[in-house]
């Protein structure tokens, strides 16, 4: 029965920006769990294409979509695409985003704007086409990727954290509207991860390889594989119940105000 309760074999996946990074990290975990992945993008076709000769590699089930999450017509002939291609869409990951460091007083408004647009703007656009046919169906699950700046504010990161705390919010009012079609919508908040992007960091005696080090309970960066668990558990029937709810996978930074710097 516990098996069972994790199985997500046989459901069709919709991971936004899944050609690479967390993204692609939960779409591989649902995919080796026997999931089929539906790959987005929208940079380009070759990403998309690389994409799933990863997937494809480790005999996932995968197939590429490329459309501008933030474009409603291109979301709404994505999703009918998608549906009578590939199958019914079961799951959706909200994962696409951008961030853009710096500092407020020098943010330019279409920057702030932008993020917001495809951060918290395309979720609601994405979510909205493809839970109308959840409704339907009386089922589906959405995870929204939220962050860590969901609860925190951090120097340079005014926008992201505007948009995550945002989606923090139309995480619980999506679950409000839509838990009554059996409809379970949460978030996954990742902490600091080891991914390409954060290689150039991610040594020794650099200041905040250090500051993260030191402020994780857990001593290290997170392993994007670390976020498989969560996208199973909140893509399954072991959530059925769960509603609205953002789980952090941080190695328990928010769990702590951290340490005095001469604490071992």
């Known amino acids: 029965m516990s098996v069972e309760l994790f199985n997500v074999k046989g ?3 919709l991971v936004t920006g899944s050609t690479h990074g967390l993204g692609m990290a939960m779409a591989r975990g649902l995919g080796l769990a026997g999931a089929t992945i539906i790959v987005n993008g929208n940079s380009s076709q070759e990403k998309i294409d690389n994409a799933l000769k990863i997937y494809k590699s480790e005999g996932i089930n995968a197939f590429g979509y ?3 999450v933030t474009v409603e017509a291109d979301v709404i002939e994505a999703v009918s695409k998608i549906e009578t291609e590939v199958g019914p869409i079961d799951i959706l990951i909200n994962n696409a985003g951008i961030i853009k460091r710096t500092p407020l007083l020098d943010m330019e408004v279409a920057d702030f704007k932008e993020v917001i647009d495809i951060d918290l703007v395309s979720p609601f656009i994405v979510s909205k086409h493809v839970v109308k046919n959840m409704v339907i169906r009386n089922q589906g699950k959405v995870i929204n990727i939220c962050s860590m700046m969901s609860e925190l504010g951090r120097n340079n990161v005014g926008a992201y954290a505007a948009a995550k705390g ?4 139309l995480t619980q009012n999506m679950a409000t509207e839509w838990a009554k079609y059996n409809i379970q919508v949460n978030g996954i908040g990742p902490g600091y991860f080891a991914t390409s992007q954060t ?3 991610r040594v020794d005696g650099h200041p905040f390889n250090d500051f ?3 402020r994780t309970p857990a001593a290290k960066w997170g392993d994007p594989d670390d976020l498989a668990g969560a996208a199973i558990f909140l893509s399954s029937k072991a959530s059925d119940f769960v509603n609205g709810h953002v789980l952090y996978v941080d190695g328990g930074i928010l769990a702590t105000i951290g340490k ?5």
Do not use: C, S
Not at 166 to 169: A, E, P, R, S, Y
């Open 212 to 214: 993260i080090i030191n």
């Open 11 to 13: 459901k069709v996946a």
């Open 260 to 264: 005095p710097t001469n604490e071992n």
């Open 199 to 201: 290689e150039p960091i």
């Open 66 to 68: 490329k459309f501008n």
């Open 166 to 169: 945002g989606l923090k919010m």
